[in-house]
């Protein structure tokens, strides 16, 4: 029961962040287009692919673990949750190599 309402939080939680995001611009700059996301330093480009970095978050979460969500990439890394013995935890990977 724990566990399906952590997913349930996780998952309303992008939700809930994208609501916000749908007001005005206007305080916030202007928004990037994939053109200029491209254009950027090689360095502040993720190196390694989502499904690689949850392949290696599974294997540092350890055995046992349940893979429970994803929380995307946060500060130059991917954010996932897993849940082992009734206790969520998060292993964050670098999205660099």
Do not use: H, K, T, W
Request: glycine share 10%; proline share 5%.
């Amino acid at each position: 029961m724990l566990a399906l309402s952590l997913a349930a939080l996780i998952a309303a939680a992008p939700l809930s962040a994208a609501a916000q995001d749908r007001g005005d611009r206007d305080d916030r700059g202007p928004r990037r287009d994939r053109s200029e996301q491209q254009e950027r330093p090689e360095r502040e480009r993720p190196q390694i692919s989502y499904s690689e970095a949850a392949s290696i978050a599974r294997s540092q979460a350890g055995p046992g673990a349940r893979f429970v969500g994803s929380q995307g990439i946060q500060g130059g890394r991917y954010v996932f949750a897993f849940e082992r013995d009734g206790r969520v935890f998060n292993v964050s990977v670098s999205a660099y190599r």
